[in-house]
């Protein structure tokens, strides 16, 4: 992408217009309705379980849990950053976002989204530990040394977003503003600028997308080890418990995963698909964890029906 344009003063861009998500005009009171539902939805869901974890005393003091609740609460950010932007492009509402506005959300967007990608990595290394090294699992990870984990992850991921949006926005942009895309991110705002962006596109693909792809390796490594304990347990009982904690796991890893690699590994391309494909992860997976870890957790719909029936602190 390397381009290089004259730039003035009167023609340094201020804000951008976010042309959204493509979609036949007949559907768009349809698409609006669907993502409102799916926005409320996932902020009552992801809440129920932050307060049930944090309320429950044989919840918040488990490992399990509290990467659980971290993972809620970053989920009920990260939809805030991106749907109510998606809603409103199904609205008669200007669709501009001022150029301070575009800095701040793809910045808050990166720093949330890569805090997740940790957070999936360390859910996986914690089941890893309680199946495959159940004799070690209280040593090896506790409540301190989780919260020092999780700690790292949210440090690491404002470093990352940081960097990211530094190295996109101190590119000059003095042309065309219409970003086509429902959110500001990397790809689809580096097509504007008015500079070569090969430097931001071989970090882009080493920052994000090599790193999401190294995680989600080390996760299917973690996966890959817990099977082969999984099939060493002799109850079927004890199997399927197994199976169906780690499987809903994996479930909503792989959604997560999958896209956001298609899309960082070729930054400098663009695909029709882009668009769709991003819904997963930044829609889809925060709408989908509270009811996966819900309805396949035995524990958390325990501490539901306790917290409920008004005893939480049993």
């Given at each position: 992408m390397g381009k290089t344009k004259n730039i003035s003063l009167d023609t340094v861009v201020t804000h951008f217009i976010l042309l959204g998500l493509s979609h036949p005009p007949n559907l768009r009171s349809l698409?609006?309705?669907?993502?409102?539902?799916?926005?409320?939805?996932?902020?009552?869901?992801?809440?129920?379980?932050?307060?049930?974890?944090?309320?429950?005393?044989?919840?918040?003091?488990?490992?399990?849990?509290?990467?659980?609740?971290?993972?809620?609460?970053?989920?009920?950010?990260?939809?805030?950053?991106?749907?109510?932007?998606?809603?409103?492009?199904?609205?008669?509402?200007?669709?501009?976002?001022?150029?301070?506005?575009?800095?701040?959300?793809?910045?808050?967007?990166?720093?949330?989204?890569?805090?997740?990608?940790?957070?999936?990595?360390?859910?996986?290394?914690?089941?890893?530990?309680?199946?495959?090294?159940?004799?070690?699992?209280?040593?090896?990870?506790?409540?301190r040394l989780c919260t020092v984990l999780v700690a790292g992850a949210w440090v690491a991921g404002s470093i990352h977003g940081s960097i990211q949006a530094t190295l996109t926005f101190r590119l000059p942009y003095c042309g065309p503003n219409q970003v086509d895309y429902f959110i500001c991110d990397i790809p689809a705002v580096l097509r504007l600028a008015c500079a070569d962006t090969t430097v931001n596109e071989l970090v882009t693909f080493v920052d994000i997308g090599v790193v999401a792809a190294s995680c989600f390796m080390l996760i299917l490594l973690s996966y890959a080890n817990i099977v082969h304990a999984i099939l060493k347990i002799r109850t079927?009982?004890?199997?399927?418990?197994?199976?169906?904690?780690?499987?809903?796991?994996l479930t909503v890893v792989t959604v997560y995963y999958v896209p956001c690699i298609f899309i960082y590994l070729r930054a400098g391309s663009k695909s029709p698909l882009d668009g769709a494909v991003a819904v997963f992860y930044t829609v889809v997976t925060p709408f989908l964890n509270p009811l996966i870890y819900t309805l396949r957790n035995q524990e958390v719909k325990s501490a539901l029906k306790r917290m409920t029936a008004g005893r939480g602190t049993e």
């Open positions: 698409l609006f309705l669907v993502f409102f539902i799916i926005y409320i939805l996932t902020q009552l869901g992801n809440l129920l379980i932050l307060l049930t974890v944090w309320a429950d005393p044989k919840l918040h003091a488990r490992p399990m849990y509290i990467l659980l609740g971290v993972l809620s609460f970053l989920d009920m950010w990260l939809s805030s950053v991106i749907v109510p932007r998606i809603i409103l492009n199904f609205t008669p509402a200007s669709k501009a976002i001022p150029f301070g506005g575009c800095v701040a959300q793809l910045y808050f967007f990166h720093f949330l989204g890569s805090t997740q990608c940790f957070l999936y990595t360390l859910m996986a290394y914690d089941r890893y530990l309680a199946i495959c090294q159940p004799l070690r699992y209280p040593v090896l990870m506790n409540g079927a009982d004890g199997r399927h418990r197994a199976f169906s904690t780690c499987g809903s796991h």
